[in-house]
Structures are given as C-alpha cells and as structure tokens.
C-alpha cells in the first residue's frame, strides 16, 4: 500500500450516476473512457462500489469505461422489501437491465466476496452479456441448499458477532465452519437491527482505520450505509433456497451449470474466510479458468493495491486476447 495516497470518494474522477432499470434504481460510479473496453466492477459484504476505488482509478486511466455499482440494497442503490430481489437471478436480471440503459451489449465482469459469487452466476444466466469473468476470493463450488439457525447456537456461539476479532479466532480454527456459521448468524432477524444499531461498530471493526483505510473513508462507509441500513445487505444471507429453486427452474439441465465464458480466479493466501482450497475442482465448472494468488487478506484490493491492479490487468489483457483469438477463429471459417 506505500506510495497510495487514500482516495476521496467525492474524487472528480468518480462520476456518481443513477440509472431507473424496469425494477430497480441504481446507483453506480463511472470513471474513464466512455467508449472504452467496459469494465463493472461488483462489490461484496461489507463494502460497496468504495472497495475498488484503487482499482477504478488505475483502469480508467489506462482508458478502459470503468463501471462501480452499490449492488442492490447498498448505498444509494434501491434497497427493495421483496426478499425475492435479492437472490442471484434476479439480480443478474437488474444487471441486464442496467446494461440496457446504459446500452452495454457485453462486459468484462469482476467481482469480490458475495459479488465474486455474483458474477459466477450472471456468467450462467447471461452467457451472451459477458466477454470475460474474474473473481477475487475463492469460495467453494457446492453449498448447502438452505441453512437453518439454532437459538442454542446464537446464544452460545454468535451472539456477539459484532465483535470481528472473536469471529476471525473461530475462522483460524475453522474457517469453512465459519463461513457457514456467520451466514446462520446473519439469517437472525435480529441481527438487522443489531446492525443497524452499530454500523460505526460494524465497519470500524472489519475495515479499521489504518493504512488501507483512513478515518474519512471509513466515515463515507458508515454515511453510506445510514441510507437504507443493513436489511438488505444482510438479505443475500436469506436466499440459498430462493437461489437453488431459481436455478433448478432456469438452469434445469446439467450441461447449463457449465460456465464457458473465459475467466480468471483469483485467490487471497491469507483470507480468514475463505481460504485457497476452497477453488479445488473450480475447473471442473469452468473449463480453462486461470488463477493467481495474492498474499493478501480478503479485503486484498485496498490491501495490496499494487499487486492486485498488475495482476487484475493481467487478467483483463488475457481475457481480451482470448476473446479476441476466439472472434478471428470463428471469422476463418
């Protein structure tokens, strides 16, 4: 992080924008070349279209259309009282849509955390809108259909899970069964308004103040997340069941769970969460993918900014080049 000045989100670099799709209000920064190679950016828990401000900046300036969206229900984005919205189908609809207006045939799609499982699916449910997929953070192929919480376990185990560091501790001892316990914890009802009740809490404790984030930035988070609060960033922990029946309904056939589009994953060697072994047999879904590792935490993108734009370009050029070898192969025939 040496030599990377901390970013103002106000930056006249960032264009903050809002596009109306058929269902939704977005709220999305747009940086560089308007009729550059197109570059969306899709955030995780707890972040928003802020996490890739590194990343925004440096792509732009290598004149490539950079796109960051508060994804559904964060930030300034529509946060909708329908549970439905918030699962992986629709919102890879919403997505479509907003390329629509915004009159983007195909992208080049990255995303970290939850966006990082966002775009996997949007790979699958809107193979024609994409050109490449790249991932940061590694997460496991298969999952449980639906998760249900025990009170034994809240009262004993998660009940003060604002509290990160107990929370990192049980991830270094376990960290798949924690991945599965925070998820429980967030489908408490209760958990909203604890979070809401904290959010200074909350993001002082994941983020901290310090070289990667300075107290300003950590303020525009908290201002960010007061709009509509933690209901439906927490949301996307409540539809497992709604994602396995949505795919069950659209991607019925065994074949469709294949993603073809050319992609890249990236691991972080030092995620707490979500370790590298969890990408084991990614390729058996996604022929051909690359990966790379950055000896980085999860939050690897203010983390480790330099490594990551050199190796995220990498990734961006490959993409691009395949696309491109794939397009005059086809043109040949």
């Avoid at 992986?88 to 907003?98: I, T, V």
């Avoid at 024609?128 to 009170?151: E, K, M, T, W």
């Avoid at 990236?266 to 390729?283: C, F, Q, R, S, T």
Wanted: hydrophobic share 40%.
């Amino acid at each position: 992080m040496a030599g990377f000045s901390h970013i103002d989100p106000n930056d006249p670099a960032f264009t903050h924008k809002f596009a109306q799709t058929k269902n939704l209000r977005y709220h999305y920064v747009e940086a560089g070349d308007p009729k550059g190679e197109p570059l969306v950016l899709v955030h995780g828990f707890p972040d928003l279209w802020y996490g890739w401000r590194y990343q925004i900046k440096f792509f732009a300036e290598l004149g490539y259309r950079v796109i960051a969206i508060d994804n559904v229900g964060y930030g300034q984005t529509e946060a909708p009282m329908e549970l439905e919205k918030y699962g992986l189908k629709a919102q890879s609809d919403q997505l479509a849509g907003l390329l629509d207006a915004l009159d983007i045939p195909k992208i080049t799609l990255i995303g970290h955390d939850w966006g990082g499982a966002f775009v996997w699916r949007f790979g699958l449910y809107y193979p024609n809108r994409v050109s490449g997929i790249i991932r940061y953070v590694q997460d496991s192929c298969v999952f449980p259909i639906a998760l249900s919480f025990s009170p034994r376990y809240r009262a004993e185990a998660m009940d003060n899970f604002q509290l990160v560091s107990d929370a990192r501790r049980f991830a270094c001892e376990c960290a798949q069964c924690m991945k599965f316990a925070y998820q429980r914890e967030f489908v408490d009802p209760e958990t909203v308004a604890k979070f809401d009740n904290n959010k200074s809490k909350f993001i002082l404790g994941v983020l901290k103040a310090g070289e990667c984030h300075g107290q300003a930035e950590l303020d525009y988070m908290v201002q960010e997340y007061s709009h509509s609060g933690y209901r439906g960033p927490l949301n996307y922990y409540k539809t497992r069941r709604i994602n396995f029946d949505d795919e069950l309904a659209h991607l019925p056939h065994k074949h469709q769970h294949i993603i073809h589009t050319p992609s890249w994953m990236i691991l972080a060697k030092n995620d707490p969460y979500l370790l590298p072994h969890m990408a084991n047999g990614m390729e058996k879904v996604i022929p051909g993918v690359k990966f790379a590792t950055i000896d980085a935490g999860h939050f690897c993108m203010t983390e480790k900014v330099e490594e990551v734009n050199q190796t995220l370009k990498t990734a961006v050029e490959d993409l691009i080049a395949r696309r491109n070898a794939a397009t005059a192969s086809k043109a040949s025939l």
